[in-house]
């Protein structure tokens, strides 16, 4: 079992930038894939990227592309999103999971954390 705590929103304005982290505490193997998902207010849950734990490998939806970058601290067994340049369109709570399929379905993943805000002014 594995859990997950985010961290890091708030409310900023547009153009800013924000970090989440993603701690991770249990078993956490070298087979998971770390994902982050977002849901609006009134819209289903999207994937916004993935990373592999064991080599680093990472994939993104093409609305965050170029703006945003997930990394890992193996150490700390912690994620983390590096988001720059954020507009209105990326508010939304912030949710990490893991799961073992590279996959950008949020079904496909087995553990999530509990969210975090991320509010961004016009």
């Known amino acids: 079992q594995v859990q997950l705590v985010e961290s890091g929103g708030g409310l900023v304005q547009a153009g800013a930038s924000l970090r989440l982290s993603c701690a991770a505490s249990?078993?956490?193997?070298?087979?998971?894939?770390m994902g982050w998902f977002r849901q609006a207010l009134g819209k289903e849950r999207e994937f916004v990227g993935r990373?592999?734990?064991?080599?680093?490998?990472?994939d993104y939806a093409d609305s965050v592309k170029g703006r945003f970058t997930i990394s890992r601290d193996t150490e700390k067994n912690t994620v983390y999103l590096h988001m720059n340049s954020l507009k209105p369109e990326d508010t939304a709570g912030y949710y990490c999971?893991?799961?073992?399929?590279?996959?950008?379905?949020?079904?496909?993943?087995?553990?999530w954390g509990q969210g975090t805000q991320v509010t961004v002014s016009p």
């Open positions: 249990g078993r956490v193997f070298s087979s998971y894939i």
């Open positions: 990373i592999a734990w064991s080599n680093g490998g990472t």
């Open positions: 999971a893991v799961g073992v399929a590279a996959t950008h379905y949020a079904g496909a993943y087995h553990y």
